[in-house]
């Protein structure tokens, strides 16, 4: 497994942005496309967004869309998700993954992904 951390969070106004990061000290990791999910206390875990390995493409939640974006800096073994216009309801522990197949499209589903993080707080206030 390729082993990820992710940082970023903190408690943000409802209106405000935060980025969080995902790196890994695993090069292998700029090879597999990268997913952000989240989970809400007492809800499933939800799709947020992904990216293509190469940064070739992305998936973004509709839920979400028009506010978070997710980019990556291979260079630097680190995916960004940029979540501005926060709300209320974006409040959960926020997790990254990888996913492991060599090929195909970008997923959004959280049983294609593998090595999960320890995830980061995201609390936006009222």
């Known amino acids: 497994q390729v082993p990820v951390v992710e940082s970023g969070g903190g408690l943000v106004q409802a209106g405000g942005s935060l980025r969080l990061s995902c790196a890994s000290s695993d090069d292998s990791f700029r090879t597999y496309d990268v997913g952000w999910f989240r989970q809400a206390p007492g809800q499933e875990r939800e799709f947020v967004a992904a990216i293509h390995w190469g940064g070739f493409g992305t998936r973004i939640a509709d839920s979400v869309k028009g506010r978070f974006t997710i980019s990556r800096e291979n260079a630097k073994n680190t995916v960004y998700l940029q979540m501005n216009s926060l709300k209320p309801e974006d409040t959960a522990v926020y997790y990254c993954?990888?996913?492991?197949?060599?090929?195909?499209?970008?997923?959004?589903?959280?049983?294609?992904?593998?090595?999960w993080g320890q995830g980061t707080q995201v609390t936006v206030s009222s």
């Open positions: 993954a990888v996913d492991p197949r060599p090929f195909g499209p970008v997923m959004t589903i959280g049983a294609d992904y593998t090595g």
